[in-house]
């Protein structure tokens, strides 16, 4: 098996509409495009759907984990009883609900230095669902401030992603990522060395945006067989 | 008098002891937020400059505050403000606030020991530590002088960060055994246990939804014994409840502030003083803790 597809959407708690409460509506578009990216990722897709997210380093969770938001006061509806992942892999999780994807589902989690943790189920898989945003200081209301140069990261975030830049995408200067609150960044490092010996021969940018200071990146890659 | 319905409500039973006053339980105490900076969230530099600051502690005592609060620094992010210029724009405030008001209770907010050490010696009566703790030397200073003292909950964050996906296995659990972590480790480093106030500090290091669930649990605090504030006053997690901006959300801060009254909280901080002394003293007379104010109803 190989990989086939990879579908970028953002590791914001606000996708879910049942986090996002009464103002999700607010955020249909990108949630739709973030949908986009899912529904392309399950048509290229025959086998199974990676969700690499990143993960704080005490991260731990079972193979029958599910998504679930209750450590930001929110209890899921309709309740399950399984175990819950880390949340930024529940968000992937939980979209992979929401475009009714029924196959195989696999779980990675990207510690801060760019390298995959040894927790829970590290599968190849057919399609890479990856969860993690840009910078979290585009405006004085963001959550880390405003810095200067977050704009300039996120606009060579949106470029790599829009033209199949793997490299591009994949060496951010660690350390101004960090200053920046770019989730991101680990997430796509790891990426980088699981996909170097690729090509992308398909590549789109469905959304480029930042509403609440924080950038929002949904996109797609088709690789070479 | 005789108290009629008891169950489910937590009464406090510690006297707390602050400047010169006596705060016991049964009274449901208002704190008076005083902003001596220009740019906090709510009154955007309406009281900024020492005289008008002034004013302002002046107006609250008379509209019944128990304390005034004084703080020299916005919570939100922005331009910093070092040690130097928090004392230039609080401790002319608290000396003519002391020497016009000398049975005011005086509380600073601030997380520094050095402001905390020169606005006590100002006579300062209160630290309120709006930052949950992070200057090791704060508690100390606070007992060197005699002074009381808040601890709060503020996620273990930087100072004036915002919470960004802040993720809590139980808020709630995590909340009351900080606070009560910090309170302890306040009465070690000398402060006086009749002097500790614990405040969940609400939208610090929290989302709205953190915030509400601990207004829902706050019988969950006040069993830990100390004597619980709470600081809601037209915050952000009002305004989520209701998608409102900071000069609509009295009513639902009101409402906030008669929940967590019932369920025994004992100190209100609050940009409201008149509307806030209105509705305790509504649940102080629900609650059976406070009598009539006018007896005549159905009794001629």
């Not at chain 1, 309740?79 to 994807?101: C, F, K, N, T, Y």
């Not at chain 1, 060579?156 to 995408?169: K, P, Y």
């Not at chain 1, 590549?203 to 070479?224: C, H, I, K, N, Q």
Request: hydrophobic fraction near 45%.
């Amino acid at each position: 098996m190989s990989l086939t597809a990879v579908g970028f959407i953002p590791a914001a708690p606000l996708l879910v509409p049942q986090v996002a409460g009464g103002s999700a509506q607010l955020d249909d578009e990108l949630r739709d495009a973030c949908r986009e990216v899912a529904r392309r990722l399950v048509a290229a897709t025959n086998d199974a759907i990676t969700v690499v997210a990143p993960v704080a380093a005490d991260a731990t969770w079972s193979n029958d984990a599910t998504w679930g938001f209750e450590g930001f006061g929110v209890p899921r509806r309709p309740a399950d009883d399984r175990p819950r992942l880390p949340w930024p892999l529940g968000i992937g999780d939980w979209l992979l609900d929401d475009v009714a994807w029924t196959g195989a589902r696999h779980h990675i989690g990207v510690l801060g230095d760019g390298t995959a943790s040894s927790a829970g189920s590290a599968g190849s898989a057919g399609g890479l669902l990856v969860v993690g945003d840009g910078t979290a200081r585009r405006t004085e209301k963001a959550p880390g401030h405003l810095d200067e140069r977050a704009e300039g990261l996120d606009a060579t975030i949106a470029t790599a992603i829009r033209s199949g830049d793997v490299a591009g995408l994949g060496s951010l200067d660690p350390s101004l990522a960090a200053d920046l609150l770019c989730a991101g960044a680990p997430v796509w490092r790891w990426l980088m060395t699981v996909v170097a010996d690729r090509s992308v021969v398909e590549a789109e940018l469905l959304t480029d945006t930042a509403p609440y200071g924080v950038g929002y990146f949904a996109g797609w890659w088709r690789l070479s067989g | 008098m005789r108290r009629i319905y008891h169950a489910g409500v937590p009464a406090a039973t510690e006297t707390l002891h602050w400047g010169s006053r006596e705060l016991p339980p049964g009274h449901i105490a208002v704190m008076a937020i005083v902003n001596a900076t220009p740019d906090s969230f709510y009154d955007r530099g309406r009281h900024w400059g020492t005289s008008a600051t002034l004013d302002r502690v002046t107006q609250v005592l008379a509209e019944g505050a128990d304390v005034v609060d004084i703080g020299g620094i916005k919570a939100a992010p922005g331009g910093e403000v070092a040690a130097a210029e928090e004392l230039e724009r609080v401790l002319p405030v608290v000396e003519a606030a002391r020497e016009r008001h000398p049975d005011a209770v005086i509380s600073v907010d601030t997380w520094r020991a050095e402001v905390a050490d020169v606005v006590c010696r100002a006579g300062a009566d209160v630290i309120n530590d709006a930052w949950g703790g992070v200057d090791p030397d704060l508690a100390s200073t606070v007992a060197r002088h005699g002074a009381g003292y808040v601890c709060t909950h503020a996620g273990r964050h930087t100072p004036r960060t915002r919470p960004h996906r802040v993720w809590y296995d139980d808020i709630v659990a995590e909340t009351t055994s900080y606070l009560v972590d910090l309170a302890e480790r306040a009465v070690a480093a000398g402060v006086r246990r009749d002097g500790i106030m614990i405040d969940p500090a609400h939208d610090f290091g929290k989302n709205s939804r953190h915030s509400l669930l601990l207004t829902r649990h706050t019988d969950v605090l006040v069993a830990t014994g100390w004597p619980v504030l709470m600081a809601m006053s037209r915050k952000d997690f009002i305004g989520e409840a209701l998608d409102l901006p900071p000069d609509d959300r009295l009513e639902g801060t009101l409402a906030a502030t008669a929940v967590a009254a019932w369920l025994g909280a004992r100190m209100f901080r609050t940009h409201d003083v008149p509307a806030t002394r209105r509705v305790l003293s509504t649940v102080a007379a629900i609650r059976g803790d406070q009598d009539l104010a006018l007896g005549r109803r159905a009794l001629a």
